[in-house]
Each structure stands twice: as C-alpha cells, then as structure tokens.
C-alpha cells in the first residue's frame, strides 16, 4: 500500500448485497491555516521623483534597451545593474530563430555582473521595456526564469537586489527585493 493510499481515511460499510465499499472521509483540518503573502510595491509617476542614482540606472537601462537585439518579438528590453562599487553593467535581450536559444535582458545583465565583479555586491537593477509594434505604458515585471537568476544572486550575497520597473510610459515600479515577487522560491536550502 502506498502512502496515498496510507494516507487516505476510510470508513468500510457494508451493503445489502454483501460488497464491502469504501466511502472516503476527509480528515480534520485542525492545523490548516490559510496565509497571505504580500509585498511592499512603491509606484512613481515619472523619473522625476526617483533618486538621481535611480534615475541614472534607470536611464542606462533605456538607452541599452534600444540596442537590444529582438527582430522576432520587436519586444526591446534593456536592464542596468548597480553594483556597491558604483559600477553599472548594462544588458538587453538577445533573441534567436531558435527562440529557446535567446535570453533575457536581466540575465545578460546579471550574468556579466557575475563574470566581470565577482563579490561584489549588486544593489538594484533597473528594467526598461517598449515594442516596436505598440506603445508599452506599463511596468514589465522580469520573468520567472529571470526572477529565478536574480533571486540567486541575492541568496549568494545576503542581502536583497531592488528592482525598478518601467515600460515607455506610465507608472514606475519599485520593489525591494526580488525575493518579494519569487515568494515560496526553490534555493539551495533545498540541496543538502
Ligand atoms: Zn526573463
């Protein structure tokens, strides 16, 4: 008998016909709690009320965002990563016909942080998004690959990677940590 089977609570009742039937019962739930997980989201209208250190990082990622490389998608993303020494690595997407091949603005950005500033601890990340086929007036949020890199990069240094979100227009997200959008995240607690 496997554990589900174990697992399960029955309660035998026999019917007229002499057949043995298993009705199942749930068990008490006396320990279920139901949770909520939440985040702090802090909105801007514009550059403007970032800090001048946001405002530059986001600018960079912008101004790398037009170089990126997505004639399949014409999605252009552009990420800028601050580091603690003040150095900025700037990454965009880089698309491929074999599209799996390809890769995502964040991790072209962070995964150059990590060959060329091995240690040294990365603050923020700023992610800028626009298309050429339509106008993007909200924040596009990393994907889950990405937010999977990122998320291991913070487990590494110990302390939280802030992210700054925008498209080509409207609202400005900040989130403090990338931990705050990977909630119930795999790391390397697991493997021991
Ligand atoms: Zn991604």
Redesign the pocket.
Known sequence: MNNIIKNLYFNKTRTSAGFIILVQSLPKQKSMKKQTVSFELITYDTLEELSQEEKSLMLKAIETRKNAYAPYSNFQVGAAVLLENGEVVIGNNQENASYPSGL?A??VAMFQAGARYPGVIIKSIAISAASKVYTVHRPAA??G??RQSILEYEAKQGTPIALLLMGEQGLIYKCHSVGDILPLAFDSSFLK
């Open positions: 995502c964040e991790r990393p994907c690959n990405c």
